[in-house]
Every structure is written in C-alpha cells, then in structure tokens.
C-alpha cells in the first residue's frame, strides 16, 4: 500500500531504536524492511541516491532521511499523543551528538577484541578515522562518568514527573533513550549497575521498556523497492520553499546534501524546496522512477552543484 510507514532498519541500531519508541508512544502499525548493518546495502541505496545509514523511513516514493526527519514527519502523521515540542530538538541533537560519544566508548572499549573485523572496516571507511578499540577502552572510565553525569541530569529531572517532559512521554525521554537503550542492550549488567544509583531513572527505563513498538509487520526489500517505484513522490508532503533561503538556491537547481558529523556520501538530486526546517531533493532514478528524499536541515550541508 502506499500510504503504508516503511522503516528500513536493523534491530540493534540504536538510532531506529529511537523511531521505534516513538512508534510504541503513538501506537503506530509500521512495516519493517531489515537493512544489512555493513556495506555494501543494495537494497537501501537505489532509494537513498547514496546514503547508507540507518535508519530510513520510506512511504511510497517519499524517502524521509535521518531518524530527525522521521520523527518529525511522524508527528505530522500522527499528531496525538503530542510527543515533540520544539526545544526537545536540542535536547535530541546533544543525545545524538554528545551523550552518544561516551556510549560508544563504554561499549566499544569493552567489546573490543571480539567485534567483526568486517565491522571495523566498514565503520573505518564510513567515519575515515580508524576505528581504536583500544583508545576507546582507555577512555572507557571517562565515558562512564561522563554518562553517569547524564543519568544524574535524567534523575533531577524526572523529580519533577515520570517522564523527561512532565507526564506523558516526550522526544527528551526518546533522546535518553538512544544512549540508555544502546548501552544496556550490550552491557546489560554494567548499565543496570550504573543505573541503579539513579532510581528514578532506572524506573523510567523499566516504564519506556514497557512501552514497546507499535505494531510491526516485517516487508521484503523488494516489495519495499516496488513500491517505490510503482508511485510518485506525493505532492502534499511538499514543504514551502523559502525563497530567502540563505543558500540562496531556487528550486529546481542541481545539488548535493550531506551530513555533517560522518558517513557523508554525498546525495545529487534537484532541489524541492528548503526552509528552516527540512530539505527536500528529488531524483529521477532510472530503476525507482522518481523519488524525493527529505532531510532535516539541521545536521546537514546544502551545496549546489
Ligand atoms: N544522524 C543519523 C545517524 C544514524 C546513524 O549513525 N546510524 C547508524 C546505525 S544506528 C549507522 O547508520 N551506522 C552505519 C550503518 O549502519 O551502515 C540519524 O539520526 O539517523
């Protein structure tokens, strides 16, 4: 169906982990394309024009890139219960960016000879920095003060409400989530000892797990790939350009987006429109048809060309 959620993903990304909550918040029925967690990813990249990471949301021809463009068009979709209000997208970005630094230290530093060379490789090429198991053990007593610095500000806050934003969940409790989930999925043990001198914050993670997500269906990547191609990029998903755009670009000039931090292969494509908060690109594909892809603005690099 066309109007069917389509999340590409694998299940112990932290980043779809995210998306995953947020459907478990709204109670929404999804579709679950699993994604190889290397490269090469042949099923992901004639509907990306390039990006390999994960997670992706798909519906239809519409491909929605980085899990802050697909939350936010999730609220769009299904706007009760209300989950996003506009300063959580700080508190998003600082979980993503900063607090996910520590995380993967501590779990890396401590799986360090056992993780898959092939893995090592691949996160190599895609960060073009070597992957040091080694420096990440060394700074793993940093990065667990530094975390447990975290779950103290999650303790403080929840003294106000059970969840991060008062009452009902909210985007700060997913952007906890991230790096709670990831750590604890690895090192169950080690995160259920670090969290249980913050027992507020070891009852929120105990109510988050209870919430679950949604209701999901898997897909093949195949018929994922021929729904792309049998529709067209729905024009109602459209954003209002904003011919002010400090860019300075028109609609309908060649360009290239890219994200900022790493793993930027860069995407060409035409552009849509841009505003402050969203970029959309479209690309004629030869095997997809047309597709658009969007982008939230913060976090990537708009070029011509
Ligand atoms: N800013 C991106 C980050 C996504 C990200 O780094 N995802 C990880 C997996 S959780 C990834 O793609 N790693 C490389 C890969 O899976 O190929 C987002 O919010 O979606």
Not at 186 to 197: G, H, M, P, T, Y
Not at 217 to 234: F, Q, R, V
Not at 246 to 258: D, E, I, N
Request: hydrophobic share 45%.
């Amino acid at each position: 169906m066309a109007d069917e959620i389509i999340l590409h993903h694998y299940w112990n990304s932290p980043f779809s982990e995210k998306v995953r909550l947020l459907f478990g918040i709204k109670g929404v029925a999804w579709r679950g394309v699993i994604q190889p967690v290397i490269m090469p990813k042949p099923d992901l990249i004639p509907l990306t024009g390039g990006y390999r990471r994960i997670p992706v949301m798909q519906v239809g021809a519409d491909i929605f890139i980085d899990s802050a463009a697909i939350m936010a068009e999730i609220e769009r979709r299904h706007p009760q219960p209300r989950v996003i209000r506009g300063a959580d997208w700080a508190l998003n970005a600082w979980a993503d960016r900063i607090l996910f630094q520590p995380t993967v230290a501590i779990i890396f530093g401590a799986i360090g000879g056992a993780i898959d060379p092939a893995f090592v490789k691949d996160r190599e090429a895609m960060s073009g920095r070597p992957f040091d198991a080694a420096a990440m053990k060394a700074a793993g007593p940093s990065a667990r003060g530094q975390f447990r610095a975290a779950l103290g500000w999650l303790e403080a806050q929840l003294g106000d409400g059970p969840y991060v934003g008062g009452e009902r969940p909210s985007l700060g409790d997913i952007a906890f989530w991230l790096n709670v989930w990831f750590y604890g999925s690895v090192l169950k043990a080690q995160l259920e000892q670090d969290i249980s001198d913050f027992p507020q914050a070891a009852a929120w993670r105990e109510r988050l797990t209870a919430i679950g997500c949604g209701t999901h269906t898997e897909m093949s990547p195949a018929e994922a790939l021929a729904i792309a191609a049998a529709n067209e990029p729905d024009a109602a998903l459209q954003i209002a350009h904003d011919p002010a755009d400090p860019s300075g670009l028109s609609p309908g000039a060649s360009v290239t987006m890219c994200a900022d931090d790493y793993g930027c292969d860069p995407i060409a494509g035409s552009l849509v429109s841009a505003n402050p908060h969203a970029i959309v690109i479209s690309r004629q594909t030869p095997e997809l048809g047309r597709l658009n892809l969007h982008f939230p603005r913060a976090g990537y690099v708009l070029r011509a060309g």
